[in-house]
Structures are given as structure tokens and as C-alpha cells.
């Protein structure tokens, strides 16, 4: 049993300092993720806080193996709820891209090029179904996984392979257009 399961282990049996260590170590991601769905430093604040006080409430459900993508998925649900009292649903996945995911923040010793690449890019993701965006977005910037993707988003992993593949043949298409 490597550390985090132990860690996991305690936390279910309501052990504060290993929910702390868990919420320590997963609060940049869980920050992002809300940051990058509700658009506001304020409300993904609050949404992180939220989503690791559920994470406290129900700790004899947190799952031993596949903790992360569980995680992303409460973070994920949390922050669609939160636009669904609000009626902006179909304004949530084209949000993820506005602001920039991990791996996206400029480097200072970025290029002009580097950073107008950049752009592109996520101008052509906007341009993409909110499914086939959702898919390569929690893939290439979150890193999980097709299964972990699954999850996620609460369709079966083939599914989320047909939406890599076409999402990935659009944004080709859209990026050679751009010459």
C-alpha cells in the first residue's frame, strides 16, 4: 500500500490531519479546475472549500484507488451545479479555456510566437463541441486518463475515445485552416 492509500485509509476513518494532508495536496487542482469552469478567483475559492468540506462529510465513501479522477468528479459536479442555480449551463465548458488550465500559464522566457500559438490553439478549442472539448481538455491539461475521463464526465471510456478522436480531427482541421 503506497502513501496515499494509507492517507486515504486514515481520512475515511476520519482522521483530520490525513483529510488535511489530502486536501493540501490536491487544492491546486481542485482550485484550477473550479477556477478554470466558473471563471472567478472568488467563487473557485469558495467552490474548493465546498468541495473539500463534502470531501470531509462523505470520507467513508472516498474511494481508495482512483481518488484523483473521483476528486475532479465532485469538483466537476460541484461547479455544475453551482451554474445550474444560476442558468448558465451552456456557458460552463466553453469557460474552461478562457483562462489559462495547468501546463498553460506564459512563461516569462516565452516567445512572442510561443504565446500567439498558445492563443490559437485556444481559440480553436473554443470552437469545438462543449463533449469533444470537455474530453481534451481533462485529457491534455488535466491529465487523466480515457477511464479517469469516464468518470468524469459519467460516460463509458469508449465513448470519451470517440471524442478525443474527433476533437482532436476538428481541431486539425481548424488549425490548418489557419493556415
Not at 476528486?71 to 479555456?97: A, E, F, G, I, S
Request: net charge positive; hydrophobic share 40%; charged share 30%.
Amino acid at each position: 500500500m503506497d502513501n496515499e492509500e494509507r492517507l486515504i485509509n486514515r481520512a475515511r476513518m476520519g482522521d483530520s490531519q490525513a483529510l488535511g494532508g489530502l486536501a493540501e495536496k490536491y487544492a491546486p487542482q481542485v482550485y484550477r479546475l473550479a477556477f478554470c469552469l466558473l471563471k472567478s478567483e472568488e467563487e473557485a475559492r469558495d467552490a474548493a472549500g465546498d468541495v473539500f468540506i463534502k470531501l470531509y462529510e462523505s470520507r467513508e465513501k472516498i474511494p481508495v484507488q482512483g481518488f484523483k479522477p473521483w476528486l475532479m468528479k465532485v469538483v466537476y459536479n460541484h461547479c455544475l451545479d453551482l451554474w445550474r442555480r444560476r442558468k448558465t449551463w451552456q456557458r460552463l465548458l466553453p469557460r474552461l479555456l478562457r483562462y489559462s488550465p495547468a501546463g498553460l500559464e506564459p512563461d516569462p522566457a516565452e516567445t512572442a510566437a510561443d504565446a500567439d500559438q498558445r492563443i490559437i490553439v485556444r481559440q480553436a478549442l473554443l470552437k469545438l463541441p462543449e463533449k469533444e472539448r470537455a474530453a481534451l481538455v481533462l485529457r491534455y491539461y488535466q491529465d487523466l486518463s480515457y477511464d479517469e475521463i469516464s468518470e468524469v464526465l459519467g460516460v463509458p471510456a469508449s465513448l470519451v475515445g470517440t471524442w478525443l478522436h474527433r476533437g482532436k480531427a476538428r481541431m486539425k482541421e481548424i488549425l490548418e485552416q489557419k493556415g
